[in-house]
């Protein structure tokens, strides 16, 4: 190594060690958090809240399959004792008959402070005589059955009117004395972790705790036929890192190997070969420097990318070393590197479109790339020159580029194919032109099919929330947002009645506001009213009041019990309702109101529902409708962003080139190939993502590379060897970055490859038919 | 003597027999299965220890041989309850409650105490209770004691009467000393 003392080598060095200290301190994620909004409207927001923190993204689902149901519920007993006494979640469900009957001990007990039907009308004789008739004509029926035993304490059928509230369909079926699935083939449980959905480490420790915790048990009781399921957002969620970090390794690795393997057989020269992937190396590290310092976390999807650059910034060391070899110092840099530069701009361009993209995914992308090229032409030209040896000579590549001369120049001949080509393809994306994009947000989401088919099936099994319609309000404390989701409760019970819903879960129904509870419990009379009212109410009915002692002991009793408080609702099934329903934001408390829909296909009467909320500053939220919207808004944005970049991207190189018919050059080949990989991925039934979008965007920065090199204003590489050669070395680097991706079970790496990896080939063969030809 | 006593034993022998063979329980089991189905009314009482009175009840039922069962309450509340296969379906108002038997063994007991009655399907009613016959065919006494010690915790004993094919009461016996008895009276089938 000769002149290391050279300044841009020692600010190099500075500056890769900042890179890597700043990398080593990230924050890598791999979560939901690279697709959601960053400025989200207030729906939006209350879908990220769920997604990051809420019930649904703390849910683990489990299933016990194998074995025998005996094991099975044994199993799920065991698990559940495991794990509520790990600590590690809020709270344990297998259905065990016990808690139910805790938690229905705690709604008897409060009964006159729950239930509805509480009010001064209810104790006078007129409203006893009706509650104690329909109370026992309710033992005429079967449902009856129940409240035989309870009749001499609730005469007045308020556990009934409690439980009866309760939505009882779509509770899990049971055997054995826990949950199982439909065909009773499986033990269900499900558990609510501690931690966050967001906090990925968190949960794949409690994932990783069911599972050991199951095989211990499943070792013990000697029942090695017994299998566990474990699904729900936070496995997504830890599988996909997993599977991004692996794959990100994976590939990286077999793309520089391969690379590397193709450099040292060209170059044949190993101090070439790693002087050569310095640039790579360097604007790898700048670009998660970059995006730490720029988003705070780093993004498991930003680092797969990062393979992606291996076959974009490799191409500028290839350039500088095969067409400045021989050359006099400075001579590459007057004729090259101008070209160079032009692309790396057009490539800043291009991707600098994405920073402005409201997808935090897309931006960090954006920002990764521009760091990441940039450094690697900077290292190449400023740093590279210093470090190379005086005497470093690579294998002559000048006779490969002399074999291809012919091709290329018969290439050319085939000019007129091009339109054709690029008309074809337009043909076919218009024809297609309602499918070109998937609409929907699950063709960007990292997980597996399997995976997700087996969470259908065990939120199936249980009967899980259909959580798609929700009512949302806010307010700045527990009790008012209490109050205000009885007021709204009101309002929705209107429409129950109506039969516009089926009904509604609401956090009130189990955590009654204190007004409404003092209400309920003022209207409890004192004990010899009560007794005066009762005599008078049973005269014409087969009850006697000699009977109902117990009924004035618990009245009485409820007139001086204290208020039902979160605390004391702890530990039950009803604390774990109303927690996920009443949610405490740095902002303020959010109620969720879960809506059900009327059974049948009639649709969803939205308008009715808006209206009725109508001046009550409730928002309704279509989860399902507004996560697509959401999708959609970033693919409507990233398109306009990308035909913005593209634009100015135009525009600069006319400036540039000055020469119209030389932007034409440039231009049509990059488009063209953008056209046919669009109409073969169209053709070959993909539906396009944001990802393909940002490969189309990849096309451009590598293909107008390549594209100005064929038309330099003095000169063609058909008539140099050594530059053609180097466009053919760098297309190849690139193409063996992107197949590799493409053959990744990663979608969204996936995608990222199958659009990159053909389109540079059509780019540079598009060029090379375009190029202008300078006969002499 | 000792001859003409054989003799007479045999003849008497010979005269009981057909006396018993003309009524037994799989006599019972298979007239009981030839009952294709139809309508009746019912009227249930329902002997409370709390209540001075009964809670009476009325309404229609509806069976279809071998497993769909209907019972329309009329009075004092509508409500309806559908055993069909193995789901059972109570509907009272507004509320709707749905059961899968397989799921609930205390409440397919009960279901199949009724059920095998009406079906004639012996094996079904000795899965979960010991079988008494008295009476004769036109007048005759099925008592089911409930072999599961978990069906003995709610009921006693459930005594079913008919005459021929037709079942014209049950009466269940509750563990508690409540008792309530469903009297039936067949709607000739158009």
């Not at chain 1, 409240?147 to 939505?167: A, F, H, N, Q, Y």
């Not at chain 1, 053709?683 to 920065?701: D, K, R, S, W, Y």
């Not at chain 2, 010690?149 to 709610?154: F, G, K, S, V, Y």
Request: hydrophobic share 50%.
């Amino acid at each position: 190594m000769t002149r290391l003392s050279a300044r841009p080598v020692l600010l190099w060095l500075l500056g890769l060690a900042l890179c890597a200290g700043v990398a080593l301190r990230a924050h890598y994620t791999a979560d939901m958090s690279a697709f959601l909004p960053r400025s989200p409207t207030p729906a939006q927001q209350l879908l990220v809240d769920q997604l990051t923190e809420g019930v649904l993204s703390r849910l683990l689902l489990v299933g016990i399959e194998g074995s025998t149901p005996a094991a099975r519920a044994e199993l799920s007993r065991g698990l559940a004792r495991r794990l509520e006494d790990g600590g590690l979640f809020l709270s344990v469900r297998n259905g065990d008959a016990a808690i139910l009957a805790r938690d229905r001990e705690l709604l008897f007990t409060h009964r006159y402070l729950l239930s509805p039907s509480v009010s001064p009308e209810r104790f006078t004789p007129e409203g006893l005589h009706a509650a104690i008739s329909e109370s026992i004509d309710l033992l005429a029926s079967p449902m009856g059955m129940m409240l035989k035993s309870l009749l001499g304490r609730d005469p007045t059928g308020e556990l009934v009117e409690l439980i009866g509230s309760l939505d009882t369909s779509g509770s899990p079926s049971s055997d054995k004395g826990v949950w199982v699935s439909r065909d009773g083939q499986r033990a269900i449980l499900m558990l609510q972790t501690r931690a966050a959905g967001s906090d990925t480490d968190a949960q794949a420790l409690a994932i990783a705790r069911i599972r050991s915790d199951f095989a211990d048990l499943a070792s013990e009781a000697k029942l090695s036929d017994a299998r566990m399921l474990v699904s729900g957002a936070a496995v997504f969620a830890v599988n996909s890192r997993a599977a991004i970090e692996s794959e990100a390794v994976r590939l990286s690795t077999l793309g520089t190997t391969a690379v590397i393997l193709l450099l040292l057989l060209i170059y044949r020269s190993f101090t070439a070969v790693f002087l050569g992937l310095l640039p790579v190396a360097s604007g790898a590290l700048a670009g998660i420097a970059a995006v730490a310092l720029g988003f705070g976390t780093v993004h498991g999807l930003t680092i797969g990318f990062g393979t992606t650059l291996i076959g974009e910034a490799v191409d500028y060391s290839i350039y500088y070393f095969v067409q400045s070899d021989d050359d006099e110092d400075g001579g590459w840099m007057k004729r090259f590197w101008p070209t160079i530069r032009l692309g790396v701009l057009t490539s800043i361009f291009g991707f600098a479109s994405l920073l402005f993209s409201g997808f935090p995914g897309l931006a960090q992308l954006g920002l990764y790339s521009i760091a990441g090229l940039v450094t690697a032409a900077m290292v190449t030209r400023f740093v590279l020159p210093h470090l190379r040896p005086a005497r470093l000579h690579i294998h002559d590549i000048a006779p490969i580029g002399r074999a291809l001369a012919g091709f290329w120049a018969w290439l050319s001949r085939l000019r007129l194919v091009v339109p054709v080509l690029g008309l074809a393809a337009a043909v076919i994306l218009f024809a297609n032109k309602d499918h070109v994009w998937s609409s929907s947000l699950s063709g960007l989401s990292p997980v597996s099919a399997a995976d997700q088919a087996l969470d259908q099936s065990l939120r199936a099994d249980l009967g899980a929330p259909n959580l798609r319609y929700l009512v949302v309000l806010k307010a700045a404390s527990r009790e008012a947002a209490l109050e205000r989701a009885e007021a709204v409760g009101e309002r929705l019970r209107g429409l129950v009645a109506e039969g516009v819903l089926a009904g509604f879960e609401s956090p009130a129904r189990f955590l009654p506001s204190t007004a409404t509870q003092q209400a309920r419990r003022n209207a409890l009379p004192e004990r010899d009213v009560l007794a005066r009212n009762l005599q008078t109410a049973l005269a014409d009915l087969p009850l006697r009041a000699d009977r109902l002692s117990a009924f004035l002991d618990d009245v009485d009793t409820a007139r001086s019990q204290p208020l039902l408080t979160p605390e004391a609702l702890r530990g039950s099934t009803l604390a774990l309702a109303v927690d996920s329903l009443l949610l405490e934001r740095p902002q303020g408390w959010t109620v969720l109101i879960p809506l059900r829909t009327p059974d049948g296909d009639a649709p969803f009467q939205r308008a009715r529902l808006e209206a009725a909320l109508d001046g009550s500053d409730a928002l309704f939220v279509d989860i399902f409708g507004e996560s697509n919207n959401l999708y959609r808004t970033y693919l409507d944005e990233a398109i306009l962003l990308s035909l913005a970049g593209i634009l100015a991207i135009i525009v600069l190189m006319g400036v540039v080139l000055r020469e119209p018919m030389r932007l034409v050059r440039v231009m049509v080949p990059v488009v063209t190939a953008e056209l046919i990989v669009m109409a073969g991925l169209v053709a070959t039934g993909h539906m396009l993502t944001l990802l393909h979008l940002v490969g189309m965007l990849l096309i451009v920065a590598v293909g107008t590379n390549y594209a100005l090199f064929f038309n330099q204003a003095d000169r063609n590489p058909g008539d140099d060897p050594r530059t053609l050669a180097s466009l053919l070395l760098a297309n190849l680097a690139t193409v063996i970055g992107f197949g590799i991706l493409a053959l990744s079970p990663v979608p969204v790496l996936q995608a990222i490859g199958i659009t990159v990896g053909p389109g540079a080939v059509l780019t540079l063969v598009l060029s090379a038919m375009l190029a202008h030809r300078i006969d002499r | 003597m000792t001859f003409a006593l054989r003799l007479a034993a045999c003849l008497l022998t010979l005269a009981a027999m057909p006396a018993f063979a003309a009524w037994d329980l799989p006599q019972l089991m298979t007239e009981l299965a030839r009952n294709q189905g139809g309508r009746a009314l019912f009227t249930e009482r329902k002997y409370i220890a709390l209540l001075d009175k009964p809670v009476v009840s009325s309404g229609e039922m509806h069976y279809r041989a071998p497993d769909y069962l209907e019972k329309r309450t009329l009075s004092p509340r509508l409500e309806l309850m559908v055993l069909d296969k193995d789901e059972i379906s109570l509907e009272r108002g507004k509320q709707k409650i749905t059961l899968r038997l397989r799921e609930q063994p205390e409440v397919l007991a009960f279901v199949a105490s009724i059920r095998g009655t009406l079906s004639g399907n012996r094996a079904a009613l000795e899965q979960n209770y010991a079988l008494h016959l008295s009476g004769q065919r036109d007048n005759w006494t099925l008592n089911l004691s409930p072999s599961n010690p978990r069906i003995a915790e709610l009921v006693t004993r459930i005594t079913i009467s008919g005459s021929r094919q037709q079942v014209r009461s049950i009466e269940y016996l509750q563990a508690d000393g409540d008792r309530s008895v469903m009297s039936i009276e067949p709607v000739d089938a158009r």
